[in-house]
């Protein structure tokens, strides 16, 4: 399809801008917080977490990313004043020299600048990002007190049977689905109520310097009225982590794992793997994610939560599927920026005929992933990051046996201010088949995250994806858009997505989560609009450490002015997660 020359040359501009936004978000040697999070842990302590029941190296005021001292067998560093919990409470990269004992990334005077990672009272070492820290209430000039983040323990901790040197990590999750649209098929509807259970184990080692993780998982779903729709998942996932250096990490991921239930269309760029954490964990954006599925801030307050809706989105179809992946990736700490990259391949393999009766039907397809993810600070306020995914796809059939897909973008962002964190972003997404053709267009969107309480976290964010395709396209991959809606690679669109997430920490044992969204598709040529609403209400209560209750409402439609294309679903979960 022909586009306007002012058009051509837009796309230009913003190709050669961001361009340049991800070599300088990869080359400067920086510090930054990344969006989304790198998974590359940071310098600098965990809060303390509870005593009783938490796993070896966890208690008594010490941390994870503290003088635990993960990456040697000495004992810890000395302190400047002495006492035991200041060397508890001891940086894990400081040197064991009591006159030097400065957190990493610090200007050694600390007089002149407060440490990156620490409060400069010795043995306090509050985490970056807390209200407390280098951006809020300290003097960045030097000479100001500031104040310690208190330790009060996190609200979660799990712990481990160990078994020799291993940690053993087991979990059952029992639940009960019901829905009048199963699969959001606008005709035929699936009216279902099923019963389903996931019992699941992760064993880990490590020294500090190597970690090993195995994960595996089985979830199966049972329908009385009709087991013609009964499923059963399974997943292992072998990962392996060296950090040779505090600030350097590679990982190696193997995983396999059978689905029964298949999307209609494939996104282009496949999703990365990833397993429940163990233990509270520190995101690189100095949060730390549980292992409930909250995520909250240095100081305890709740920021989001991983769990945020129902996986049960797209309209679907059953055709069991095994899946093999392999992941290499690499994550480095600079003084001011992070960066990492990550390669994948991945094999699938359809039991039946996917699409059957099409040009585009296939059995199998492979992809090769390539993902950069990198920030770099712009002063104690704000940051700029960028995010990039290439993806190549070839079918086992001959029928469009190769395609490609990119998106990149680059953005803007700050840390927290006051009540408030925003970020905005801009770039480019597009692929190409050889049956498909070409396609792409721009990336736009934003984020504003507002924390009226210690107990209350709400973000509204908006993108707005377009995509301009050749005329009479057909492709099998689905746009990747945050959409209940699958839009083909294949389709001229401009997606509008507009956002609220809400969550409400009501009592220390209850959490209510609220995610609304809006999405307009309009077809470019073409008269046809599109609009889908979902709305998914969630409630957990945590009844006991290691025992979480959920219960799930997810409303979701599809109106079209195009006849038999609108969809509509009530959903409903009822959940009890046992970790052992």
């Known amino acids: ?11 230009y501009a913003l190709r050669a801008a961001f361009s340049a936004l991800i070599v300088l978000g990869c080359s400067a040697p920086c510090f930054a917080q990344a969006e989304p999070p790198l998974g590359v842990p940071l310098a600098g302590a965990l809060q303390a977490l509870p005593s009783a029941g938490c796993d070896p190296g966890l208690t008594n005021n010490a941390s994870i990313y503290g003088n635990t001292r993960l990456y040697g067998n000495v004992g810890p560093p000395a302190n400047a004043a002495g006492s035991a919990a200041a060397e508890l409470n001891a940086p894990l990269y400081s040197t064991p020299n009591a006159s030097a004992n400065i957190p990493l990334y610090s200007d050694p005077f600390a007089g002149n600048n407060v440490p990156l990672y620490s409060v400069p009272t010795g043995g306090s070492n509050a985490p970056l990002y807390s209200n407390t820290s280098l951006y809020n209430n300290s003097n960045l000039s030097g000479g100001g007190s500031v104040s310690p983040v208190s330790n009060s323990g996190l609200p979660a901790c799990r712990s481990g049977v160990p078994v020799g040197e291993w940690l053993i990590y087991p979990s059952i999750r029992l639940y009960s689905i019901y829905s009048d649209n199963l699969f959001l098929a606008p005709s035929a509807p699936i009216s279902a109520l099923g019963f389903g259970a996931t019992p699941s184990v992760t064993a880990q080692w490590t020294n500090g310097i190597h970690t090993t993780t195995i994960f595996a998982d089985v979830d199966t779903q049972r329908y009385p009225t009709d087991n013609l729709i009964d499923t059963f998942n399974r997943e292992v996932t072998f990962t392996q982590k060296y950090a040779p250096l505090p ?55 709740v920021v989001g939560n991983i769990n945020g809706g129902s996986t049960a989105n797209g309209i679907s179809v059953v055709n069991p599927f095994d899946q093999y992946t392999t992941t290499a990736s690499v994550s480095k700490i600079f003084n001011d920026a992070i960066l990492s990259v990550t390669g994948s391949l991945a094999q699938t393999d359809y039991q039946f005929l996917q699409n059957p009766g099409s040009l585009q039907a296939y059995s199998s397809f492979t992809t090769q992933t390539l993902t950069e993810s990198g920030s770099i600070a712009l002063g104690p306020l704000f940051y700029a990051y960028s995010n990039g995914a290439f993806s190549a796809r070839s079918l086992g059939e001959g029928i469009d046996p190769y395609s490609q897909s990119y998106r990149i973008l680059g953005g803007l962002g700050t840390r927290q201010f006051g009540l408030f964190q925003v970020s905005i972003y801009s770039g480019y997404q597009g692929s190409n088949g050889d049956t498909s053709g070409a396609a792409g267009g721009e990336l736009y969107g934003g984020r504003i995250s507002y924390y009226p309480t210690l107990a209350w976290t709400i973000t509204v964010s908006i993108d707005e994806t377009i995509n301009k395709a050749a005329m009479g ?5 689905a746009l990747a858009v945050d959409s209940p809606e699958q839009i083909p690679l294949s389709s001229s669109t401009r997606i509008i997505h507009p956002a609220l997430q809400t969550q409400y920490q009501i009592a220390p044992k209850w959490t209510a989560i609220g995610n609304f969204s809006y999405t307009q598709i309009d077809y470019y040529g073409s008269p046809r609009v599109d609009n889908a609403w979902q709305a998914d209400a969630q409630l957990n209560y945590e009844i006991w450490r290691n025992m979480t209750l959920g219960w799930e409402y997810e409303y979701t439609t599809i109106l ?15 959940s009890a997660n046992y970790r052992f």
């Open 1 to 11: 399809m022909p586009w306007a020359k002012s058009d051509r040359i837009t796309n």
């Open 473 to 477: 396209a057909v492709s099998t991959q």
């Open 560 to 574: 079209s002015n195009v006849p038999g294309e609108s969809a509509k679903r009530n959903y409903l979960m009822m």
């Open 247 to 301: 600030d350097l990490t590679f990982t190696v991921l193997g995983d396999y794992s059978h689905t029964t239930v298949t999307s209609s269309l494939t996104s282009s760029i496949p999703s990365a793997i990833s397993t429940p954490v163990t233990s509270p964990t520190r995101l690189p954006d100095g949060n730390t994610e549980l292992p409930n599925g909250e995520i909250i801030s240095p100081t305890g307050q």
